[in-house]
């Protein structure tokens, strides 16, 4: 039935599922990043509860060394959270862009859905229109030849 019908704003939609696709991959690859993010931290915060605090037995020189070694790991830690929060707000972009480009896709898919069904609606006006006309006619010549 809708063999015939052709969307005038196909190319509008078009572009927004595309533009929505690269929204969407954006979106995958700065939560990827976040993640590793996250991951690093994890990593650096156990390094830091394995190597904290004294244990017996150990000489001073690496006691000396490995205060140096955590003074590193909190500024490394330091500047994973720091960064963290930066992953965070670009991740938060990313699904708000995300979410709008949806939606504008979703808006031009429901104008073709409105457009596609008032399509068929008026094929199927048509039809009955032309399928009335032929009872019509077969109803006058029924009644002519029954004269």
């Known amino acids: 039935m809708a063999e015939g ?4 704003l196909g190319k509008l939609l078009e572009i927004r599922e595309d533009k929505e696709e690269e929204s969407k991959r954006i979106f995958t ?3 990827r990043k976040k993640q590793l993010t996250e991951q690093k931290l994890s990593q650096l915060k156990a390094s830091y509860d394995k190597y904290n605090g004294i244990v017996p037995g150990e000489d001073v020189v690496y006691q000396k060394l490995k205060r140096y070694y955590l003074q590193g790991l909190e500024s490394g830690i330091k500047e994973t959270e720091k960064d963290l929060i930066v992953k965070d707000q670009k991740v938060n972009e990313a699904r708000n862009d995300l979410v709008s ?3 504008d ?3 031009v898919e429901i ?3 409105k457009k596609l069904l008032e399509y068929i609606k008026e094929e199927k006006r048509v039809e009955q229109v032309n399928l009335d006309e032929i ?4 109803y006058i010549r ?3 030849e029954g004269r």
């Open 135 to 138: 009872a019509l006619y077969s």
């Open 29 to 31: 690859e700065t939560q």
């Open 101 to 103: 480009k949806q939606v």
């Open 142 to 144: 029924n009644i002519n």
């Open 105 to 107: 896709r979703k808006t």
């Open 5 to 8: 019908f052709k969307f005038s």
């Open 111 to 113: 104008l073709k859905e």
